[in-house]
């Protein structure tokens, strides 16, 4: 794909519970923008409180796309979201106004931003490692995958058996680590790349209140609401989602479902930043600064 000439496109990036959603909204009002979810749970229709979804009001008029487009049964598909998320963007320019991708799952932001082709797949491959993910269960294919790319490993959650898979598929089937058939960045549209992250004692406190106010805002009603979340492999998957279901089963109480959630967000926060802080063209701002939304306008224009 060519580069898009004089198209901008603005990301803000960076660890869950920096502050990304605000810095977005103030930034659609400054700028004429639209927000496009790069937050690869957030896709899913009815994950709201977990996933820390800006409800219609929270979003102040300012248009959203690609929320709440797949059910929860459907596994996440970063080819498909590549192509809707370009889709919108183009759409967003060709009304003059200015596209915002926003999230922290930074390998659907790349995709977006890049020329990026995904390794192609064999089913009878594919069909082999998640019968074995059946059997044994995410943390022996991880083992598996540390050993034959590390790199890979450490941007995986051991939890991730879809992720896990597919990682082992492509060595499988290149002969090379997972992370070797990530191309080199060739940007399709001119790009402002805008982080935010905080301090880490500050972004744990930040996590442990969201994960409180999850449980109090109802997490628990939602998860026994949403109609073939255990069928999803990769929604059922999802941080607090995975701890609410234990609950709802009897294995984990309330507090070590909620310590769980906790702890599993902050590793989560880890690889957010590895994978992001690779990335040399991210500006990074600091969420908590009262300057931030004029530094990051002064990035922006």
Same mark, same amino acid.
């Given at each position: ?17 920096? /502050? ?15 927000? &496009? @979810? ?47 998320? *370009? ?11 200015? !596209? ?37 269960? !995410? ?8 050993? *034959? ?10 939890? @991730?058996?879809? +992720?896990? &898979? %597919? =990682?082992?598929? &492509? ?29 880490? =004692?500050?972004?744990?406190? *930040? ?58 967000? *902050? %590793?989560? &926060? ?17 969420? /908590? ?11 922006? +224009?």
């Amino acid at each position: 794909m060519s580069f898009r000439t004089g198209q901008r496109v603005v990301t803000v990036v960076g660890p869950t519970a920096a /502050g990304k959603s605000a810095l977005s909204i103030a930034l659609a009002h400054e700028l004429g923008g639209e927000v &496009v @979810n790069a937050d690869s749970m957030q896709l899913y229709r009815g994950m709201d409180i977990g996933t820390a979804k800006l409800t219609p009001a929270e979003r102040e008029g300012i248009p959203h796309h690609l929320l709440d487009i797949w059910d929860v049964r459907e596994p996440a598909a970063v080819a498909e979201y590549q192509r809707l998320a *370009r889709a919108a963007i183009d759409g967003i320019l060709a009304r003059g106004r200015v !596209p915002l991708l926003v999230g922290g799952s930074g390998l659907y932001v790349r995709a977006v931003c890049e020329d990026f082709e995904f390794p192609g797949t064999d089913p009878a491959v594919r069909a082999r490692l998640e019968e074995e993910l059946t059997v044994t269960g !995410p943390a022996v294919l991880h083992d598996r995958l540390r050993e *034959r790319d590390p790199d890979a490993a450490e941007r995986i959650l051991p939890s @991730n058996g879809r +992720r896990i &898979v %597919r =990682a082992l598929e &492509v060595i499988e089937l290149t002969g090379r680590p997972f992370t070797a058939s990530l191309p080199d960045p060739r940007p399709v549209y001119d790009t402002v790349q805008i982080g935010v992250d905080r301090e880490t =004692a500050v972004l744990d406190e *930040r996590i442990a209140l969201r994960v409180d106010l999850m449980w109090a805002a109802g997490l628990i009603g939602e998860v026994r609401g949403l109609d073939g979340l255990r069928d999803g492999r990769t929604a059922s998957r999802a941080l607090g989602y995975q701890q609410a279901l234990a609950q709802i089963d009897g294995l984990l109480t309330e507090e070590q479902a909620k310590a769980d959630t906790v702890q599993g967000t *902050r %590793r989560f &926060v880890r690889r957010q930043r590895s994978w992001f802080r690779r990335d040399p063209s991210i500006t990074w701002l600091d969420g /908590g600064d009262e300057k931030l939304v004029a530094d990051a306008l002064r990035l922006a +224009r």
